[in-house]
């Protein structure tokens, strides 16, 4: 099967080494790829949201099947964009239509499908320039602390947690007068803080039935022990320890089921993952937020973790037969470390040479590369999370190890990662960097 997939991330190459592992898979292309992806398939210089281009290459491929990534190219209907051309429409294509990808692109869409479908969240009120100064008097009364979402997608960076009310005012001015955000914060929403720990759960859905995928923890935050500024992800581990299978039913029950059963209700075209962002709250789970992809880093742990072929899912998943496979799991650890560029989430160069990649890992470690690219035959640095190092063990702290063990002999200018990520599920990691 002539496959594409779109995307140049860490969850991308992940998702190519696990394709380009299945008997189906002849050949595979990813567009754009980075450095790590072409170990896997052959790369192609498309940009992820020029539709037109996508779709001429498709033809002139004969690509059989599509998987998407990233999500702009979802919330921006890509796969409407297929379903409405004759050329591509019998594609098999692994990613929801624009409608059920606003689950991701619209915290409100996302919101209201919750309150219609009984799935338990945070309770919330949406604003905008119409309903400012209501918005300014909700905010200033709301307990604390109180949480602000932009409403549209924001690279992961439109989540404010306010601790003041002082704080919440002016970040809420910020947001909808100043378009802190641009257009993903012309409208708020406002919602209460829930104290917890929290997990990503995901499943591969055909719109009708699901199979649930292991689920992972990250680490947003730069500094050890969870400090400092958010990113886009700092290292994950899988499976988490407090997702026990008495909270894993109720997350079925309250949220998996109602949600997939909402979307077949709705008529709602959705063939692929689902991520679910959760938070234990004295052992009931609540929805943050819904993603309309795989998670990343997560995917660097989950998907080392599937036994079962990946493509033979997705195309069940794309004739609605998902009820007639099995999915096996891996049931060692995983553990997934991100480095980064000096400065990341802030500013950061690029292009530093990276060397140690090609130290023999072993079968049970992988190098799964994000922000890389190579010229003449060099592997350099392009962007803030570089790569990360995924390893199997026994339990968490094993798994740690290796994935450091490794990181230690991988280096470029202002190298910089996590010697912690996993730590609450441990006595400690044995090696310090």
């Given at each position: 099967m002539r496959i594409l997939l779109l995307g140049s991330g860490g969850r991308e190459h992940a998702l190519a080494w696990k394709i380009n592992e299945s008997v189906w898979t002849n050949p595979l292309y990813i567009a754009p790829g980075n450095a790590g992806t072409v170990q896997c398939g052959?790369?192609?210089?498309?940009?992820?949201?020029?539709?037109?281009?996508?779709?001429?290459?498709?033809?002139?491929?004969?690509?059989?099947?599509?998987?998407?990534?990233?999500?702009?190219?979802?919330?921006?209907g890509l796969y409407d964009h297929f379903k409405a051309s004759d050329d591509l429409q019998k594609i098999y294509f692994i990613g929801p239509s624009k409608n059920g990808a606003q689950l991701e692109g619209s915290k409100a869409f996302a919101k209201a499908f919750m309150k219609r479908h009984n799935i338990p969240t945070a309770r919330h009120q949406e604003f905008d320039s119409s309903n400012f100064e209501e918005g300014v008097h909700y905010?200033?009364?709301?307990?604390?602390?109180?949480?602000?979402?932009?409403?549209?997608?924001?690279?992961?960076?439109?989540?404010?947690?306010?601790?003041?009310?002082?704080?919440?005012?002016?970040?809420?001015?910020?947001?909808?007068?100043?378009?802190?955000?641009?257009?993903?914060?012309?409208?708020?929403?406002?919602?209460?803080?829930?104290?917890?720990?929290?997990?990503?759960?995901?499943?591969?859905?055909?719109?009708?039935?699901y199979l649930l995928l292991p689920e992972a923890k990250d680490y947003k935050?730069?500094?050890?022990?969870?400090?400092?500024?958010?990113?886009?992800?700092?290292?994950?581990v899988s499976p988490v320890p407090f997702a026990t299978p008495g909270f894993m039913h109720k997350v079925e029950e309250r949220i998996i089921k109602p949600t997939i059963a909402g979307l077949h209700e709705e008529g709602i075209d959705y063939k692929g993952f689902l991520f679910f962002g959760l938070i234990n709250v004295n052992g009931e789970p609540f929805v943050i937020e819904y993603n309309c992809r795989m998670g990343d880093p997560e995917a660097e742990v989950v998907i080392p973790r599937l036994e079962t072929d990946l493509v033979g899912l997705f195309v069940a998943a794309t004739q609605q037969e998902l009820d007639t496979v099995k999915l096996r799991v891996d049931e060692r650890s995983s553990v997934t470390v991100m480095a980064v560029s000096h400065g990341y989430p802030g500013n950061y160069e690029k292009g530093f040479e990276i060397t140690g990649l090609k130290k023999d890992a072993g079968k049970e470690t992988f190098i799964f590369?994000?922000?890389?690219?190579?010229?003449?035959?060099?592997?350099?640095?392009?962007?803030?999370?570089?790569?990360?190092?995924?390893s199997y063990g026994k339990n968490i702290s094993e798994a740690?190890?290796?994935?450091?063990?490794?990181?230690?002999?991988?280096?470029?200018?202002?190298?910089?990662?996590r010697t912690d990520i996993g730590y609450e599920f441990k006595s400690q990691i044995s090696r310090n960097v």
């Open positions: 052959k790369n192609i210089s498309l940009d992820i949201t020029d539709f037109d281009a996508i779709g001429k290459f498709c033809i002139s491929e004969k690509i059989e099947m599509i998987v998407v990534g990233p999500e702009e190219p979802l919330v921006n905010v200033k009364e709301h307990a604390l602390p109180v949480v602000l979402k932009a409403d549209g997608l924001a690279a992961g960076k439109g989540v404010i947690i306010c601790h003041t009310s002082v704080e919440a005012v002016s970040e809420f001015e910020l947001m909808i007068q100043k378009a802190k955000f641009g257009e993903a914060s012309r409208k708020v929403v406002v919602e209460e803080f829930l104290n917890g720990i929290e997990l990503s759960v995901f499943v591969l859905t055909d719109g009708k039935n935050r730069i500094g050890e022990g969870d400090t400092g500024l958010n990113t886009g992800g700092m290292g994950a590369h994000a922000g890389t690219k190579q010229i003449e035959g060099k592997i350099l640095t392009n962007g803030g999370r570089v790569l990360s190092v995924s740690a190890d290796r994935s450091l063990k490794i990181l230690d002999g991988i280096d470029f200018e202002g190298i910089y990662y």
